[in-house]
């Protein structure tokens, strides 16, 4: 490790560290433009300038581009580099507007700070300035190009970090313009960092345009709901109205970085519509009294029919608290439940992947980036899960293989391998990538003809392709030469068979290797933790209201009628209530069919919050105010009234752990546990998964804790050796439901933001099966389901598996009539429209 003297403080640090990165662990900010932590150097702004006093380098060089060499004596402070630096800065400020009063930048401008820092304040140049025209770049980013000061962050992070290239450099020298070929929205579902990346105002954030300046704002560490990854962000709020969101570093998880899903979803919170008052049929009502109410109703239902005539169903984007308290109440009051997934295939799923995971084989997004040879089964990473793209797109810059199993026509920003196998075909695909890493055969081309017997027969023909065999084998050969594999897979759409047998070849490479890695996709924020709390016992309450068994039930952030698969069962199925309590920050169908409505926070208000991410990592997210309903929403565009009131308008909604907490006491007379430690004590005991809560305070989270067993458990389900999944019945398809990146997910399609730039919902078909069927792309077709039909645009792709039919659950698409279990059409089930819509 060399050692180097910077401004007279000594430090010793790793080879290749850059000067200006060692005097960063000093303390020492070097001014700087273009350098970025997660970029790397790029020399391009000349700004960050030292003297090299001593070693091998001497005079004014630039400190990102230098590294770190023992002997090396360094100064910051140097007259002759200070005197670069400040002809730097108005260089820079020659052509630059002046125009902070009305920049959205203003307040959080580097460049503000290094003009002040370098001692500019006197423009000397009288020459006219250079001015560019603006371009409109989509709904989340705004341009104004005249403030660029070339410093090269946005082209290297749009086109080198996250491989998108309708954005770049264009002209050259002082003409030098950043933008599109023509204006446009931005491609990449990560083009919002390119506003925190940039050291001026030439990129801002258009939804949080002229809404406060940094200094208004009340700001705080949260976390993001929109998928199971946890992502960190730093949320910013001002008179009661979410305003932004912005990355937060996390070495772990997203770094630097989060995708516009994330950036731009958290609009749910403000929406017009979200119910703030509580509700006792069709008449508001005080949130006590309706409490008061829903006991009262609860306890005559139970005192009839017994305990387990009312039941609880869950959710999967509640807080750990949340969760918590609901089981407890549960247990408690004897009641059935609660359930937290909407099909007891997908439950069993996640907890079969759950049960896998343990400290030697859970990775996280930092992790994977590093690893050598990624199989990627099940999972269309940038529609289920942004972020992960991004670090698969790393991960391949460092060289890696990346390999896609899975029957959608995957896009990824960056070279992959993808194998559009049905879903059936998924585990039989990672048995033979595994079985040609391991033996002799993959050299000589061959594979052991009945490997199909380990795990059932081929579902479809696609495997008995020689080019797809072949390049099986490829991989194969690949993987036998990694040192860092690593197998991501996802628990929606895929087979039940399939997590299981993930975890079986992860765990055959890694004794193979000495190491490998397990990466599962979740279905939500805390679906982890809903995985331990669901326990070995199956719950169907749907079945158990058809059957008359659940009179009453407590729905706690959640939407079935929204995420059931088999909606008109499920309408049938609440007619046969009694009650329905519902608890709820959204407006969703589920809430305005409730009884008695009892409204939640969301996680940027009143307490701290915690949450699970997918691999095993317990995260906080701290309050950034204290809810009520905007000043923007309470004068109506105008200002507020001018009246004194005793409470905050709107301010109603509790944390969905103390409402079920307040309803337990309601109940039994007795309090719940009432603090956050006694509630973490009992889910301790609960499950041996929680078992660290009982030791840990907020401030030992830091980062996040792994909540992982040293060793994997044996799953809660799992299917008996060789069985195999279902097969499709003769000449029909399998009709896929997935997710995309804006419009399925469910806290994302309330955000007005993300509306506005979601894809219109499709149904995708392999362009040879529309051509037998007469079909051309953009047609208008019915689709007849079990539920009954749905009427949606065709689109087309020859990169897909054949023998599936894919359709996204879309919010303005009525899904929710395919039925719970796999869904085979016949091909005349699909028909053109004669007319169009």
């Known amino acids: 490790m060399p050692t180097l003297r910077i401004d007279q403080r000594e430090i010793s640090v790793p080879q290749g560290t850059k000067v200006i990165e060692a005097a960063e662990k000093l303390g020492i900010m070097i001014p700087r433009f273009c350098y970025h932590p997660a970029l790397g150097s790029l020399g391009a702004c000349r700004m960050c300038a030292v003297k090299f006093m001593e070693g091998p380098v001497k005079g004014v060089e630039m400190s990102c581009m230098v590294e770190a060499a023992d002997g090396m004596v360094v100064s910051t402070t140097d007259p ?71 410093c090269w962050r946005c082209r290297r992070f749009y086109q080198e970090f996250a491989g998108y290239f309708d954005y770049g450099a264009m002209q050259i020298g002082n003409r030098m313009y950043f933008g599109r070929f023509a204006p446009g929205p931005l491609e990449s579902p990560f083009a919002g960092n390119i506003i925190d990346l940039c050291p001026t105002g030439v990129l801002t954030d258009k939804p949080s345009r002229y809404k406060g300046r940094r200094w ?58 979200r119910p703030r008052q509580a509700r006792v049929g069709e008449e508001a009502a005080p949130l006590d009294q309706a409490l008061k109410t829903a006991a009262q109703r609860l306890g005559q239902i139970r005192e009839r029919y017994g305990p387990g005539a009312v039941a609880a169903w869950g959710s999967t984007r509640s807080s750990l608290e949340t969760l918590g308290m609901l089981q407890w109440l549960c247990q408690d009051q004897g009641w059935r439940g609660p359930q937290f997934f909407p099909q007891a295939s997908l439950a069993r799923r996640v907890k079969a992947a759950v049960a896998r995971l343990d400290t030697g084989m859970a990775v996280s997004l930092r992790d994977l980036e590093n690893a050598d040879f990624i199989v990627v089964a099940g999972a269309d990473p940038v529609q289920e899960a942004p972020m992960l793209a991004l670090a698969l797109r790393q991960a391949a810059r460092r060289g890696a293989t990346v390999a896609v199993i899975d029957p959608r026509p995957v896009f990824l ?43 059932g027969l081929l579902t479809s023909t696609n495997l008995e392709d020689p080019l797809l065999q072949e390049r099986l084998l490829a991989l194969g050969r690949k993987l036998q030469d990694c040192l860092r594999p690593v197998i991501v897979c996802n628990t929606d759409m895929v087979r039940e068979t ?47 209201m058809e059957q008359g068994g659940v009179k009453a039930l407590v729905v706690v952030e959640n939407d079935p009628l929204g995420s059931c698969p088999d909606q008109e069962r499920l309408l049938r199925a609440l007619d046969n209530l009694e009650l329905l309590v519902g608890l709820d920050y959204l407006p969703s169908a589920t809430a305005a069919r409730s ?89 301790s005991g609960e499950h041996e998964g929680f078992s660290q809560l009982a030791s840990l305070t907020a401030s030992a989270l830091g980062e996040g804790v792994h909540l992982l067993p040293a060793e994997a458990q044996e799953p809660a389900w799992s299917p008996e050796p060789g069985e195999k999944p279902p097969e499709p019945p003769a000449g029909q398809l399998e ?103």
């Open 80 to 150: 002759e580099a200070m005197e670069f630096r400040r002809y730097v800065i108005e260089w820079l400020m020659l052509n630059h507007p002046h125009d902070c009063p009305i920049c959205d930048a203003g307040g959080q401008c580097l460049l503000q700070d290094e003009t002040v820092s370098g001692g500019h304040g006197l423009r000397r140049y009288q020459g006219l300035k250079r001015t560019f025209e603006d371009q409109y770049l989509g709904e989340f980013v705004q341009h104004e190009m005249n403030r660029c000061i070339h």
């Open 735 to 837: 009709l896929l439901l997935v997710d995309q990146t804006f419009g399925t997910e469910e806290l994302g399609s309330y955000a007005a933001p993300l509306q506005k730039v979601e894809e219109e919902p499709h149904l995708l078909l392999h362009t040879d099966l529309a051509a037998d069927l007469g079909l051309a792309p953009g047609e208008q077709v019915a689709l007849l389901l079990p539920g009954g039909e749905v009427t949606v645009r065709l689109q087309t792709a020859q990169n897909m598996a054949p023998g599936v039919a894919i359709m996204p659950r879309h919010r303005r698409l009525h899904w929710q009539k395919t039925g719970d279990g796999p869904v085979w059409l016949p091909p005349e089930n699909i028909k053109k429209l004669s007319e169009p819509l």
């Open 216 to 273: 208004d704002l009340q700001r705080g560490p949260s976390l993001c709901l929109h998928c199971s990854l946890g992502c960190n962000l730093v949320g910013s709020a001002r008179y009661r109205e979410m305003i932004r969101v912005e990355a937060r570093f996390h070495g772990a998880v997203n770094g630097y970085f989060i995708c516009d899903r994330g950036r731009y979803g958290f609009a749910y919170a403000n929406h017009p519509d």
């Open 413 to 455: 920003p960056l070279e992959y391998e993808h194998l559009p196998v049905s879903p059936g075909d998924i585990d039989l695909c990672l048995n033979l990538l595994s079985q040609a890493a391991r033996s002799e055969e993959a050299a000589t081309g061959k594979l052991e003809p009945d490997a199909a017997r380990f795990y």
């Open 498 to 544: 399939t997590p299981a047998r993930a975890a079986d070849q992860a765990r055959l490479l890694q004794a193979d290797k000495g190491q490998a890695g397990l990466f599962y996709l979740l279905p939500g924020p805390n679906a982890y933790g809903a995985a331990l709390l669901a326990g070995r016992e199956e719950v169907d309450l749907l079945a158990a």
């Open 595 to 683: 009884q008695i409505f009892l409204p939640t926070t969301t996680v940027f208000e009143k307490e701290f919050s915690h949450f699970i991410n997918q691999e095993g990592r317990l995260q906080q997210a701290v309050p950034l105010h204290q809810g009520g309903t905007p000043i923007i929403q309470v004068g109506q565009g105008s200002h507020p009234p001018r009246t004194f009131l005793d409470a905050i308008p709107g301010g109603e909604p509790r944390p969905g752990a103390g409402i079920l907490a307040d309803l337990a006491a309601a109940l039994s007379g007795e309090p719940a546990p009432p603090t956050a430690g006694d509630l973490w004590d009992y889910l």
